[in-house]
């Protein structure tokens, strides 16, 4: 799940620093890739809340597909009752494939460990890394750089022999 951010000063600091830690995981993941012997794909998912049935992902995904059809009347009665029901929010997926072995890498929860300080996904709250926003308020792209080198690099470590 998205990290809970209260702070606006927080919130403006991870605005700053997402995308472009987005784009430096990705081309640390490349660079991982090539020089290994596992093949990547990426893939679109949804990540539902924790403890969402299967049943109550289904008929969320029922009523969403239901609402592209739907009348004026019935388009508001479906929000309505989709209002009550967890959403998903949208993932993206590193899926690793090597023989027979499978990794699926969750590519947002690596920005967070980027961006946030000791991060982990059962987290309340959340503190940016200011070591990686310069004085002027600006990206630190050498320290982001190397922070989210050595994070893939880790990944990439642990993956099963």
Not at 152 to 160: I, M, R, T
């Amino acid at each position: 799940m998205p990290p809970r951010i209260t702070d606006q000063n927080t919130w403006q600091q991870a605005e700053l620093l997402m995308q472009p830690a987005f784009i430096r995981v990705i081309d640390n993941l490349r660079k991982q890739l090539e020089e290994s012997a596992w093949k990547g794909t990426y893939q679109d998912v949804l990540i539902w809340p924790a403890n969402t049935t299967d049943e109550i992902k289904a008929l969320v995904t029922q009523l969403l597909q239901e609402m592209e059809d739907a009348t004026l009347e019935q388009a508001e009665a479906i929000r309505e009752r989709l209002a009550r029901l967890p959403m998903p929010h949208p993932g993206y997926h590193l899926c690793l494939q090597r023989q027979d072995q499978n990794v699926s890498i969750d590519l947002w929860e690596l920005c967070y460990q980027v961006c946030f300080i000791n991060y982990r996904p059962e987290s309340e709250n959340v503190g940016i890394d200011t070591s990686l926003i310069d004085e002027f308020g600006e990206v630190d792209w050498q320290h982001l750089e190397n922070k989210t080198k050595n994070l893939v690099e880790q990944v990439f470590a642990n993956l099963p022999e």
